[in-house]
């Protein structure tokens, strides 16, 4: 699935943030989606992976999201 986010995040975490609440309600947020979209908005990031998955797991944890371990897939 690929994510089409509705403007601009000036930070990793408000992109996060962004991308975690433009998925639908109730549904399991997958990490790869939310990867892919912070590589496609912000490509020259200098932050790894791995870093942004522990980004996504601290945000969606902290709103109580059900998170999908797809990354590494």
């Known amino acids: 699935m690929h ?3 509705p403007f601009p995040a000036e930070t990793l975490d408000d992109l996060i943030k962004l991308a975690l609440v433009t998925l639908p309600v109730g549904l399991p947020i997958s990490t790869r989606d939310v990867l892919d979209a912070v590589r496609d908005v912000m490509p020259g990031l200098d ?4 870093e942004i998955v522990d980004k996504i797991v601290r945000l969606a944890s902290g709103w109580t999201m059900a998170l999908e371990f797809d990354h590494a897939a």
């Open 3 to 5: 994510m089409e986010l």
């Open 47 to 50: 932050v790894s992976d791995a």
